[in-house]
Nanobody, 123 residues
Framework: VQLQASGGGLVQAGGSLRLSCTAS????????MGWFRQAPGKEREFVGG????????YYADSVKGRFTISRDNAQMTVWLQMNSLKPEDTAVYYC?????????????????WGRGTQVTVSS
């Protein structure tokens, strides 16, 4: 599976962005998907995950209520809608795919990673 994230950019605090991650290759619906982010000088952190059928979702406390994950298996795409953005959301955002939804918040265990997209939130 090849993953391509897009949609990043520069936005003012309080604004919104929607990130997309499009897959190609193997069956997208066979994978649970996760979004992670990494700010300069910090470790990669979990943002949110979604099950293979899109029914179950899990979010980091830091983004709960502001970010929403969705997917469309026919389009082989997963989205991360980010609202009420804060400067501390500034990071490179990555999408990733794993065979099992269990432990979706753990970076180890993901089979495929996309190249990141930069999100910068100005104050």
């Amino acid at each position: 599976v090849q993953l391509q994230a897009s949609g990043g950019g520069l936005v003012q605090a309080g604004g919104s962005l929607r990130l997309s991650c499009t897959a190609s290759g193997r069956t997208f619906s066979s994978y649970a998907m996760g979004w992670f982010r990494q700010a300069p000088g910090k470790e990669r952190e979990f943002v949110g995950g979604i099950s293979k059928n899109g029914v179950t979702k899990y979010y980091a406390d830091s983004v709960k209520g502001r970010f929403t994950i969705s997917r469309d298996n026919a389009q082989m795409t997963v989205w991360l809608q980010m609202n009420s953005l804060k400067p501390e959301d500034t990071a490179v955002y990555y999408c990733a795919a794993r065979l099992y939804y269990r432990d979706v918040e753990v970076p180890v265990g993901y089979n495929y990673w996309g190249r990141g997209t930069q999100v910068t939130v100005s104050s």
